[in-house]
Each structure stands twice: as C-alpha cells, then as structure tokens.
T-cell receptor, first 113, second 117 residues
Framework: RKEVEQDPGPFNVPEGATVAFNCTYSNSASQSFFWYRQDCRKEPKLLMSVYSSGNEDGRFTAQLNRASQYISLLIRDSKLSDSATYLC??????????????FGAGTRLAVHP | GAVVSQHPSRVICKSGTSVKIECRSL??????MFWYRQFPKQSLMLMATSNEGSKATYEQGVEKDKFLINHASLTLSTLTVTSAHPEDSSFYIC?????????????FGQGTRLTVV
C-alpha cells in the first residue's frame, strides 16, 4: 500500500462548481499534513496546512480525520485559475528525530467555462 | 515566505557525464532537504532525504552511487547525477525544511529540468 494515496482524477468541472478531493495515509504516526498545488512544469507551492480542527481559507476548506487517516480539500465556486494538480503531503517520522515529506500522486483538476 | 533557490533550472548534458544540481535555502536553516524526481505526467517521487551533517537516506530503488547527495551546511545541499544516461532525463526538485518546527511547511526550489542526450 502506498504511504499516501489520492484519486488521480482528472476532475473536470464547470466554473462555479464545488469539488472535493480526498487523500488517505497509511502511517498512523504521521504528524503534519498539507495541501500543495502544482501547475504544469512548475514546482509545488503550499496551498494550505491541514489541522485537526479543520481550516478554511477563502474558497478552500481542509479537513483532517486522524481516526480514519483521511484528509480532504474542498474548493467552492471553482475558478478557471484553480486548474492544477493538487498534492496531498504528509510528514512522517523518520530516524534520528527527523521527518520526511511524502507526496500523494496528485489529483488533477480542470475547470472549464 | 521562505525562499529556496535551485540551480541550474535547465541542463542538457551528454550521456556519461555528471551533472551537479544545487539547492540553497536563502533565509532559513534547512535542517532537512529532500530531493524529488518527477517524470512527465507522474507524481513527485522522493529520491532521498538528507539531514545536515549526516549521510543521506535513499528511498528504495534509488542508487546512492549514482545520485550523490551532499548536505554539508544548513543552507546548501547538492545532488550529483553521475554517469548520466538518457533515462535519467527528468525534472528534479529539491525541498527544504526546518524539522525543528513540527508543523512547518517545506519550501521548494524551482526545479531542474535535466535532459541527457
């Protein structure tokens, strides 16, 4: 089983739609969680951190369910500019007190007029 | 936000030569740096994790003698692709993080597009 799993999509949605992405992780000791966005042929950029209490930033809402080892990202009122690949990122413990970042395969979103 | 600078952004080299890629954290101490590889239309694959002052830890299937990683300081890590072959052509991205902050994000370099001819 992969350490971080995402539905690769693509999700093709019209402008204004609400879309939700899911991500599951296998390591119960995982400590921190993020959603990154990656545009074609560019480096990933942080979209938002994911907290146990859930967090919202404008049209974006992230949720974490530790019991189910599940993370979600909800995008409301989709814009054309939201078209990108959304990467679920999990920080897992590593030897020597360090951590490593593991990426999901990414979910591709295409928003059309 | 923090800045991670990666150079070069593009490199074309001949088969059999070596290529060095640099990754620098410009305004924070990167106790941990990660090196990823991404083939077209595929996800970022972690190659190795390096902690300052110690040897890198390579993921399964990544040859440590082929992909040499050095993390000699808190602001610089290098990846050297030795005896490059066309199948090594890929997008290589570094990421830097200060592990001492539990919830801190990782910052990414701009990536290096390597083409081996």
């Amino acid at each position: 089983r992969k350490e971080v799993e995402q539905d690769p999509g693509p999700f093709n949605v019209p402008e204004g739609a609400t879309v939700a992405f899911n991500c599951t992780y296998s390591n119960s000791a995982s400590q921190s969680f993020f959603w990154y966005r990656q545009d074609c042929r560019k480096e990933p950029k942080l979209l938002m951190s994911v907290y146990s209490s859930g967090n919202e930033d404008g049209r974006f809402t992230a949720q974490l369910n530790r019991a189910s080892q599940y993370i979600s990202l909800l995008i409301r009122d989709s814009k054309l500019s939201d078209s990108a690949t959304y990467l679920c990122v999990v920080i897992v413990p590593f030897s020597g007190g360090y951590n490593k970042l593991i990426f999901g395969a990414g979910t591709r979103l295409a928003v059309h007029p | 936000g923090a800045v991670v600078s990666q150079h070069p952004s593009r490199v074309i080299c001949k088969s059999g030569t070596s290529v060095k890629i640099e990754c620098r954290s410009l305004d924070f101490q990167a106790t941990t740096m990660f090196w990823y590889r991404q083939f077209p239309k595929q996800s970022l694959m972690l190659m190795a994790t390096s902690n300052e002052g110690s040897k890198a830890t390579y993921e399964q299937g990544v040859e440590k003698d082929k992909f040499l990683i050095n993390h000699a300081s808190l602001t610089l890590s290098t990846l050297t692709v030795t005896s490059a072959h066309p199948e090594d052509s890929s997008f290589y991205i570094c990421s830097a993080r200060d592990h001492r902050g539990m919830g801190t994000e990782a910052f990414f370099g701009q990536g290096t597009r390597l083409t081996v001819v």
